[in-house]
């Protein structure tokens, strides 16, 4: 493909490292992909393999390694941003535009069909060049096609595509692109005998013959093939029609020796394994066969638990037209249907297994008054009946014959399963006694057949005849109207079922049926309020078209289907699908519950984080926090603050108590603001005294004096602007004492338990400041020699005091910083200093 009639595009959205040279790869087929490389036409978003790009990616991981992401710089050594960084940033960046410009309007920021109005048809200088959004918020990127030069063998741009110009002209041609053609034009669309030679064919005859050979070719495999699948068909039925997957062998069931309708567990059933169980009579199962009544027994067969039903002695060497049947009712498999396990015809016990539902039967259901069946429960059991039936007649058993709320089974997953379809041969007679042999039991079981079954009661070949579908959809109606109405289908109290039957088999006008609602039966008004919740009066008018005397009135199951659709709008009906959706609806609710407490837990943890770090240094509380012991430590050295109010007990007693409060609580609130620009630690305040830290608990080499020493200038010069509520013309005398030494810490107590500084250079600190005078700043030798280190301070020297425990000690007046200004404080007027 490599002689110049074809091109290949590749289209790069986000362009490799090596957009330049694609081909190199360091192994030995370079050179040959380098040849194929130059038939490449190579497409990627313009600018993406620019610098800004490559310098944006490289900044990524440096930008995350800081705060507020703290990523694991070890991690991201080496490492580049990813390559769809450059797009997110320009997708935030368009939003911060958005929102800039919303807020600057007085528009709501939180209206998001307002922000993407805004952003539509937008253009803006981003990260990957020039970014322009069309009506509907799609980008226009621009694009660069890349090509091989012949001169320099590497991949350059050849062209643009300026999508986000306003210029009527989009495409650009940089550098004239060469066509490796033979005449150098450029290739055309499709080559000259196609791609496949089939526009180059051979003559007329030629043709002929080849397409008549062709022809027969074909016909012959086909012929094969098709005998073939057939033969093989054939032989996998015989096969299986020989394994009879369909028998069940007497030795393989394990009864039980109480008969169970109820919920039973596998364990108990396996203690209660014994022989064939005797039907007691203290239990009516909701099966019922033929003419008498029979009762399902409950039991292991390969280790699962099954329902047994005694069936009519059945001869062991069963035709292929039984086999077939039983062949096909074993394969069926819908979740609305019984599943048929298999067929025992032991002359000891014939019996038929089938799945075992825990909850009985449908019209169990129905006679428990203890079951509230709302209308969601009614028509989720209506649906599985309608696609149980649904899917058995499009099934080679084609009808069910025997449909009735009995042999509708409920399992522990409230689904509704169909039970007692097929084997039709094996329960005829039973189903079609002589006229002088049928009872009221028998006429009982028949209240749900349809009419011109009944009629045709003198064998099976009168069936013939019979649309045995359309009786089902009769029989399904009867069904329907036993769940509505939750009442049995005809009045047994006023007249026999006997007489019923026969009501049934004759024709009369209205034909005789169910009462329903309207007419005065059960339910209340049609369309009203029924047993369970108000019951559509589409049901009832379903109900009179299933049981239309004339079965070609009466609809099939996929049409019933269809109604029940729009009569639940589409919507899952399902037991197990609306606790679900009830679930689901309950857990996103709990998850907005819980992100809201959550939040409200975040911000009263922030709140209370917040009062313990004002008590607490935050190292401290942390540890503390972590269930971790805070040791006393060392520190080489740290600078003290210490001061008080000159005058502080004339003023408080010439002042009541609340005032003193009230201006205690000011003046500390004026210096916490000014500490907070520091990076010091308030120790403790004592009446008027103030204690001040730098260099614990945080260590911070030799900044503690020159810190200190800021702030202490800085309290000095807030104490002219603060005015004392109840004294408004009082001006008030600050006493500033320094010292800077070593000194331990600590947390001392349990209750209220303190960050406490020990050592002599805490009562030096304490001596700087009870030797001074009002509104200066006295510092010791140590800490003046830390600040002439650092420069930029301007100290005088006071001389020798008198130091407790010390002796004589030099002293020095901090008067200022930066050329040595001097502050001015003038003598306050109305204290005597």
């Known amino acids: 493909m490599f002689d110049g009639n074809y091109v290949i595009f590749i289209p790069h959205h986000l362009p490799p490292a090596n957009v330049q040279t694609p081909w190199v790869t360091g192994d030995e087929d370079d050179d040959v992909i380098k040849k194929a ?56 960046y368009l939003y911060l535009l958005v929102l800039n410009e919303t807020v600057g309007e007085g528009e709501d920021h939180t209206d998001g069909q307002l922000l993407f109005n805004k952003a539509t048809s937008r253009t803006f200088r981003g990260v990957t060049g020039n970014v322009k959004l069309d009506g509907n918020g799609d980008r226009l990127p621009d694009y660069w096609l890349w090509r091989m030069s012949r001169d320099d063998d590497v991949f350059s741009v050849a062209m643009e595509a300026r999508m986000t110009s306003e210029a009527p002209q989009k495409v650009f041609v940089l550098r004239p692109v060469t066509w490796l053609t033979q005449d150098g034009s450029v290739p055309p669309d499709t080559p000259v005998c196609g791609f496949f030679g089939d526009l180059c064919p051979p003559d007329s005859a030629e043709r002929n013959i080849i397409a008549s050979v062709s ?120 979740e609305n249907l019984l599943s048929f396990i298999g067929l025992c015809v032991d002359e000891r016990f014939p019996c038929i297994l089938t799945a075992y539902c825990a909850k ?205 659709a729009a009569l639940t709008k589409g919507r ?58 805070v040791t006393p430590e060392l520190y080489e050295a740290v600078t003290i603050y210490f001061s008080d109010i000159v005058g502080f007990t004339a003023l408080a007693s010439a002042s009541s108590p609340m005032q003193v409060v009230d201006l205690l609580n000011d003046l500390y609130t004026s210096f916490d603001s000014v500490i907070a620009r520091h990076h010091v630690y308030k120790v403790e305040t004592i009446g008027d005294a103030y204690m001040v830290v730098s260099g614990a ?36 005398c600050l006493r500033v004492g320094l010292h800077t030494g070593p000194c331990a810490t600590g947390v001392v107590g349990l209750t209220m338990p303190r960050y406490c500084l020990f050592g002599d250079t805490v009562n030096t600190a304490s001596r700087m400041e009870s030797t001074g005078l009002p509104l200066k700043i006295q510092v010791s030798q140590q800490t003046k020699d830390m600040l002439d280190d650092f420069g930029g301070y301007c100290l005088t020297y006071r001389g020798t005091i008198e130091v407790k425990g010390k002796g004589q000690q030099s002293t020095y007046w901090l008067e200022g910083k930066e050329h040595c200004d001097m502050l001015q404080l003038p003598h306050p007027p109305s204290l005597d200093c």
């Open 215 to 334: 022809t027969v070719a074909v016909l012959i495999v086909v012929v094969i093939i098709v005998a073939g699948i057939v033969y093989r068909r054939h032989v996998m039925l015989e096969r299986e029609l020989e394994q009879m997957l369909w028998k069940v062998e007497y030795g393989d069931i394990h009864f039980t020796k109480t008969n169970c309708v109820g919920s039973i567990s596998q364990m108990s059933l396996l203690s209660a394994a014994s022989a064939p169980p005797t039907v007691p009579s203290s239990r009516r199962s909701s099966l019922r066969v033929g003419e008498g009544q029979m009762f399902s027994a409950v039991g292991l067969y390969r280790g699962g638990v099954v329902a047994i039903k005694k069936v009519p002695p059945t001869k062991a060497d069963i035709g292929r037209a039984e086999q077939l049947h039983l062949k096909a009712m074993k394969e069926l498999n819908h």
């Open 37 to 92: 490389y130059r038939h490449v036409f190579q497409v990627t978003v313009a600018e993406m393999a620019g610098e800004e790009v490559t310098q944006f990616r490289k900044e990524v991981p440096v930008k995350m390694a800081q705060p507020p992401w703290n990523y694991n710089a070890t991690l991201l050594s080496g490492r580049q941003g990813s390559e769809y960084s450059p797009f997110l940033h320009d997708v935030v």
């Open 360 to 564: 009985g039967s449908l019209q169990d259901l129905i006679e428990n008054d203890d079951i509230n069946l709302d209308w969601t429960f009614k028509i989720s059991l209506v649906n599985d009946l309608v696609n149980g039936m649904n899917y058995l007649h499009s099934s080679p058993i084609r009808f069910h014959g025997r449909l009735k709320s009995s042999n509708c089974l409920v399992d522990n997953r409230w689904i509704l399963k169909v039970a007692d379809f097929g084997l039709e041969a094996l329960w005829h007679r039973e189903v079609h006694p002589a006229a002088t042999d049928r009872d009221a039991q028998w006429s009982q079981g028949m209240l749900w057949t349809a009419p011109e079954v009944l009629r045709q009661r003198e064998g099976a070949g009168a069936m013939a005849t019979v649309d045995r579908q359309r009786a089902d959809v009769y029989s399904f109606a009867i069904v329907l109207y036993e769940v509505v109405c939750r009442c049995y289908p005809f009045d047994t109290d006023h007249a026999t079922p006997a007489v019923i039957i026969g009501r049934i088999q004759r024709v009369e006008d209205p034909p005789f049926r169910p009462s329903l609602p309207a007419e005065g039966g059960p339910g209340g008004q049609e369309g009203g309020k029924g047993e369970g919740g108000p019951v559509p009066g589409a049901v009832y008018r379903l109900m009179r078209t299933c049981w239309a005397e004339t079965p070609a009135d009466r609809p099939l199951f996929p049409a019933l289907r269809a109604s029940l």
């Open 572 to 629: 899952k009906c399902g037991i197990v699908d609306n606790m679900l959706l009830m679930l689901e609806k309950y857990a996103n609710n709990l998850e907005d519950i819980v992100q809201q407490r959550t939040g409200q837990l975040i911000e009263e943890r922030k709140k209370s984080d917040m009062l313990l770090y004002r008590m607490l240094p935050q190292v401290v509380a942390e540890k503390l926090k972590g269930g971790q012991q």
């Open 697 to 732: 608990p945080e260590r911070n080499e030799n900044r503690h004096v020159t810190e200190i020493a800021n702030m202490a200038l800085d309290l000095l010069a807030s104490i002219h602007s603060f005015q004392v509520r109840h004294r408004p013309g009082l001006k008030l």
